[in-house]
């Protein structure tokens, strides 16, 4: 039996501990940087493991454990973050969310739970591999600035020579790998915008500097930055999210509030589409005699996924296609964001997206959706798809 084989047959036993491990941390989420008991729970995993585990790495509960083999070899990182989502859950399972208004809405605790039996599943192999991996059980994926940087900024992971990660969707088919070459996730900064004027009745408008309808006007001219000054072939979103402008009938505020975010796919974009939201706060204050605080994050970088060993990682799973693989497909990039991007960063590597539609549903929840649903047969296969791809990197 090949060490691959060995591996997928120990797999295989531990499925369905893979589902439970799933659905006790999808019944008790913990939001970013608050993840205390989610960190023990995955502590205490290793605990009478042959391993090396540092716990709160970086700027939270982050956790490296690595495990050595047999003979000096390849390092290579393997990521899977456990933070979960300000959303009350409205998906009807029997493993429902216990924590009002916090849940696992997008996958983070089937990504937990796969690395950690992965990981066991290696340690009982240990003696039967070359080099080292570290798995990174990372903290605080969903809220800036994140977990990934601080934890690539403690040094922890200076020795990696490769280092992957995945991302179940349930817009995959399951069994389908997504590999997408190149940047792929978008880079990410948010704002928050005050507007303050000079309130007054709203039956004489004319007394006023109405920062409401500054803000309006705000909301307009922001979508001018996609469409009049950025080059048309480039992938720029700019959304604004929140506009709290409370208020009774007969009062116009004298204040405003607006929150947003920008996304692109170029990291040449970043600095450009601030310094048009600048001119545009700029031109607002002088419109409507108001004055305009812009808040402005540059916050994860673009994702990239390196050309080479994107590569690796698909010629390793094309030999599975037509077993637990059904497919490999390449999706168009992103405009959602990740701090994986940190990682790839500093160390070759690539994100995989791993399909987990649920039985007959044509149009499935998205990532982040309170009726968010995964299929769990992605457990297993996202425990296998890892598994095949450091085996293979490990002993090329």
């Not at 500097?209 to 001219?221: I, K, M, S, T, W």
């Not at 050309?307 to 490999?328: A, W």
Request: aromatic share 8%; with cysteine.
């Amino acid at each position: 039996m090949s060490l691959k084989e060995k591996l997928f047959s120990k797999l295989e036993s531990k499925e369905q501990q893979m589902i439970e491990t799933r659905r006790h941390l999808h019944a008790n989420p913990e939001l970013s940087f608050k993840e205390e008991n989610t960190a023990k729970f995955i502590e205490d995993f290793y605990k009478d493991k042959d391993v090396k585990v540092t716990a709160n790495v970086g700027n939270g509960y982050g956790i490296i454990v690595e495990i050595s083999g047999k003979s000096p070899g390849k390092t290579i990182g393997l990521r899977a973050d456990f933070d979960a989502l300000p959303i009350q859950e409205e998906a009807d399972v029997p493993f429902k969310s216990k924590n009002d208004g916090v849940m696992h809405a997008c996958g983070h605790d089937v990504h937990t739970a796969y690395l950690l039996h992965l990981g066991e599943a290696l340690i009982e192999l240990k003696d039967e591999w070359n080099g080292t991996i570290k798995l990174i059980h990372q903290h605080a994926e969903e809220v800036p600035p994140g977990g990934a940087k601080s934890i690539v900024e403690s040094g922890i992971l200076d020795d990696l020579d490769e280092v992957y990660g995945i991302h179940i969707f349930p817009m995959l088919n399951v069994g389908e790998i997504g590999l997408i070459s190149g940047n792929s996730m978008a880079g990410r900064s948010n704002f928050d915008l005050t507007i303050q004027g000079s309130g007054g009745h709203g039956a004489m408008p004319h007394t006023t500097h109405d920062a409401l309808v500054a803000g309006a006007y705000f909301v307009a001219e922001a979508q001018t930055i996609v469409s009049r000054r950025m080059d048309p072939m480039d992938s720029v979103v700019v959304s604004v999210t929140a506009f709290d402008a409370p208020g009774g009938y007969n009062v116009i505020q004298d204040k405003v509030t607006l929150r947003g975010t920008v996304r692109y796919l170029n990291e040449e974009n970043k600095v450009p589409a601030y310094e048009a939201m600048k001119k545009i706060a700029a031109g607002i204050e002088s419109s409507f005699d108001v004055e305009c605080d812009l808040d402005y994050v540059y916050d994860y970088p673009v994702a990239y996924n390196h050309p080479e060993e994107t590569q690796y990682v698909e010629d390793i799973l094309s030999e599975s296609v037509g077993s637990y693989i059904t497919e490999i497909t390449h999706p168009k990039p992103s405009s959602g964001s990740e701090d994986f991007a940190y990682y790839t960063q500093k160390t070759p590597g690539t994100f995989i997206h791993v399909g987990s539609k649920p039985d007959g549903v044509e149009n499935p929840y998205p990532n982040h959706h309170p009726k968010f649903e995964v299929h769990e047969d992605s457990l297993l296969i996202s425990a296998k798809t890892l598994g095949d791809v450091v085996l293979g990197r490990l002993e090329s």
